[in-house]
């Protein structure tokens, strides 16, 4: 069983679309957040998401929103994708805010 | 502020050596630290993490760390590294657990037979 599950796994896409990308989490933790990890596999914090409590970096462009139809599950949907945008996005989750995350297996985003 | 250094991008050893991956941090509180492995094309998985108590902290794989406050280190090793033990590392610092996670830049160990 996959504790954190991402998809799709890969996807190309082409500039100005909008495309969104699926997390799922068996583990029954109450927390959820997204990564990026770019070309030179530099991972850093986008969102972090509990039923009460959504935090952005203030650094992601508000393009990027996440949702979360439940707890298990926390989506990010991006809005005219920009080239800069293709990186490696993980998504992880944890029982309260301040033990370990466990992340997914990451979805390669290709904009071309 | 809290950030993370790690230090060698690339790190190559040989088969049956000592694996030591350094990792130096600043937190201007008591840290959370992590080291987190990435075999590829997957995505990260914790080895090993230091909250309080016993400075050194044991992992799976057999890799250990050890929390030294005066020397802002959590320095990660292996007595003798296996070819499966090649993978990117990373160690990661936070002031409160995985909601504030501040990663390196990574580590790649490579393994030579």
């Known amino acids: 069983d996959t504790a954190v599950s991402q998809t799709p796994k890969y996807l190309v896409t082409q500039m100005g679309n909008d495309k969104s990308i699926k997390c799922e989490q068996n583990?029954?933790?109450?927390?959820m957040y997204w990564y990026k990890q770019d070309s030179k596999k530099f991972l850093k914090i986008m969102f972090s998401?509990?039923?009460?409590?959504?935090?952005i970096n203030e650094t992601v462009p508000n393009r990027f929103s996440p949702k979360s139809p439940d707890k298990a599950h926390l989506n990010l949907h991006i809005n005219s994708l920009e080239l800069g945008d293709s990186a490696v996005y993980f998504c992880?989750?944890?029982?309260?805010?301040?033990?370990?995350?466990?992340f997914g297996q990451g979805t390669r985003l290709t904009v071309v | 502020a809290q950030s993370v250094t790690q230090l060698g991008s690339h790190v190559s050893v040989s088969e049956g050596a000592l694996v030591l991956l350094r990792c130096n941090y600043s937190s201007s509180v008591p840290p959370y630290l992590f080291w987190y492995v990435q075999y590829p094309n997957q995505g990260l998985q914790l080895l090993l993490k230091?909250?309080?108590?016993?400075?050194l902290v044991k992992g799976i794989n057999g890799f250990e760390a050890e929390f030294k406050k005066s020397e802002t280190s959590f320095h990660l090793t292996k007595p003798s590294a296996h070819m499966s033990d090649a993978a990117e590392y990373f160690c990661?610092?936070?002031?409160?657990?995985?909601?504030?996670?501040?990663f390196g830049t990574g580590t790649r160990l490579t393994v030579i037979p």
């Open positions: 990661a610092v936070s002031r409160t657990g995985a909601n504030n996670l501040f």
């Open positions: 992880a989750s944890s029982q309260f805010s301040n033990t370990e995350a466990f």
């Open positions: 998401y509990n039923n009460k409590e959504l935090i």
């Open positions: 230091y909250t309080t108590g016993a400075t």
């Open positions: 583990l029954g933790h109450d927390t």
